[in-house]
């Protein structure tokens, strides 16, 4: 038969922190997932939405919102940026930055105009020449992506011609390079089956989808669970079995 020991009042507490602890951590993981699974369906509702005028939401777009937008402008076509490492590449290839001056504004709007594969020797796509004059275009207004870890520092400072390499997309130093302010997010142009480039656009959660959110939760509430278990097994104890008298 098993009894219990009465546990020291400190035990009790520590235990029932520490699992509050574990179980509060593993809601906010919760909550977060939830978030994130808003923030996909919302980045999905916007590719259909109706454009509206990038004027409304150029300077200060809405927090956790994503805007299709449409602008008039010419492009600097000069001045292109290729990031070398998007999620999506399996194959080599460049995803591709260009300025777009719009009418009558210091500020540039930085255009992702999509991927384009490698040729596969390990050199830099011929990049299609941009039509002059004006262009209209569509698209989400995004959050730049992630700048991830910038070793070496800035890598477009060292670079004399365009178009520029980096591994990393950082509006702060591309708006350094071309020596006039950018917008605060990118417009990623909506996909268009006659355009050489492909523009697949996911929402970018860098390392922490909401998958990993619901792992990390399901990892506290087991900690929690393993807490109680512990001060159970530790305040336990079994009365001696009897031996039989001969």
Not at 24 to 52: E, I, M
Not at 85 to 103: F, K, Q, T
Not at 113 to 122: K, Q, S, V, Y
């Amino acid at each position: 038969m098993t009894r219990w020991r009465r546990p020291a009042w400190w035990s009790v507490l520590l235990t029932v922190a520490a699992a509050a602890l574990f179980v509060r951590l593993g809601v906010w993981q919760l909550d977060r997932a939830a978030y994130k699974d808003s923030l996909v369906r919302r980045y999905a509702a916007a590719a259909h939405a109706p454009p509206v005028p990038f004027g409304q939401v150029a300077a200060t777009p809405p927090a956790d919102a994503f805007p299709r937008v449409a602008v008039h402008g010419r492009w600097l076509a000069d001045r292109a940026y290729l990031l070398d490492n998007p999620r999506h590449d399996a194959r080599g290839g460049v995803e591709v930055y260009v300025p777009l001056v719009l009418p009558g504004q210091p500020r540039l709007l930085l255009v992702d105009l999509g991927f384009l594969p490698g040729t596969g020797n390990e050199q830099v796509p011929q990049l299609p020449a941009l039509p002059p004059g004006g262009v209209d275009l569509h698209g989400l207004y995004l959050p730049p992506p992630g700048v991830g870890l910038e070793l070496g520092g800035d890598a477009l400072a060292s670079q004399a011609h365009w178009p520029k390499n980096t591994i990393y997309l950082d509006l702060g130093q591309v708006a350094k390079d071309l020596g006039r302010p950018l917008y605060p997010r990118v417009l990623a142009l909506d996909a268009d089956p006659a355009a050489i480039y492909q523009r697949e656009h996911a929402f970018d959660f860098s390392s922490m989808p909401p998958a990993r959110h619901r792992a990390y939760a399901f990892q506290w509430f087991s900690f929690a669970v393993a807490v109680l278990v512990i001060f159970l097994v530790l305040h336990r104890k079994r009365r001696p079995r009897r031996t039989d008298r001969r």
